[in-house]
């Protein structure tokens, strides 16, 4: 008993081709199947491996740690902020600036041991100290400056001394801004 089919009798061809060429296509199917299983087996060892880290550790223990670390640097960076925003504001207020002048005070005197010595911090307020050596012995004087100006007469030592002071902070500043 042999039974037909209307479509497969309707064909111009033989329809045992249709069957082999199913069967190619199934192996050829099959085939990549097992590519993909294996190439999804070797990535799955990679990612297991990922996750484990690096001898051991997985990766959630190393981001953990990095961004505890991350957290410490930004403490620190603050205090060092801190630090450092004290720091210049002390340097303001400190004596930065320094220019001495020695002098005969009397002519018959040699060796030039009296002096003027001026100190200034960054607005240029500080002191002039005057050393003045005699036979007789060594008197000191200051005066005081307050934003570049003294209230008191300065002598000629004492304003080059003074202008040196000043010199040292702009020589300075035009460093600074190249």
Avoid: W
């Avoid at 001026?118 to 002039?128: F, Q, R, W």
């Amino acid at each position: 008993m042999e039974v037909q089919s209307r479509l497969l009798s309707s064909l111009s061809f033989d329809p045992g081709i249709l069957i082999y060429l199913s069967l190619i296509l199934l192996l050829v199917a099959f085939i990549l199947v097992i590519v993909l299983f294996v190439r999804q087996n070797a990535l799955l060892k990679k990612y297991r491996s990922f996750m484990r880290g690096r001898g051991g550790k997985s990766i959630e223990e190393v981001l953990k740690r990095r961004i505890d670390e991350i957290d410490k640097l930004k403490e620190n960076d603050a205090y060092i902020s801190k630090r450092l925003k004290s720091l210049e504001q002390s340097v303001v207020r400190s004596y930065q600036k320094c220019g001495i002048v020695k002098y005969d005070a009397f002519k018959e005197m040699g060796g030039k041991l009296s002096f003027a010595y001026a100190l200034l911090n960054d607005e240029n307020s500080g002191y002039i100290i005057n050393s003045i050596h005699s036979r007789e012995g060594c008197y000191t004087y200051i005066k005081e400056i307050i934003k570049g100006e003294s209230f008191l007469p300065l002598s000629d030592e004492e304003n080059e001394a003074f202008e040196i002071a000043r010199q040292v902070g702009l020589a300075e500043d035009l460093k600074n801004e190249q």
